[in-house]
């Protein structure tokens, strides 16, 4: 069992940054894929960004530039550094952690742009 625990979102003005962090206990092993997922109202979840334990990382188009992920391994912890940010990426930001063929959610963590 994994457990994940979200933390950072709030308010922001836009071209604003914000820092999520997403810390993982539990059975973590060597080979899985952390990533960050949004939700806005009335659209389907999609991917943000994506780091493998290897160190590899995908970015959705549309924060690409303007978003980071990063992990420190001895803390099994991951982070969104979003930067720039604008009213579209208004959304619960979701953590995802995939071990094999397990998957596991963090709880939310809401981001609003807005002046």
């Known amino acids: 069992q994994v457990q994940l625990v979200e933390s950072g979102g709030g308010l922001v003005q836009p071209g604003g940054s914000l820092r999520l962090s997403c810390a993982a206990s539990?059975?973590?092993?060597?080979?899985?894929?952390m990533g960050w997922y949004r939700q806005a109202p009335g659209k389907q979840r999609e991917s943000v960004a994506t780091?493998?334990?290897?160190?590899?990382?995908n970015y959705a188009d549309s924060v690409k530039g303007r978003f980071a992920i990063l992990r420190d391994n001895a803390k099994n912890t991951v982070y969104l550094q979003m930067n720039s940010l604008n009213a579209e990426d208004t959304a619960v930001y979701y953590c995802?952690?995939?071990?094999?063929?397990?998957?596991?959610w963090g709880q939310g963590t809401q981001v609003t742009v807005s002046s």
């Open positions: 995802n952690i995939k071990i094999g063929p397990m998957s596991y």
């Open positions: 539990g059975s973590i092993f060597n080979f899985y894929v």
């Open positions: 780091i493998t334990s290897g160190g590899t990382t």
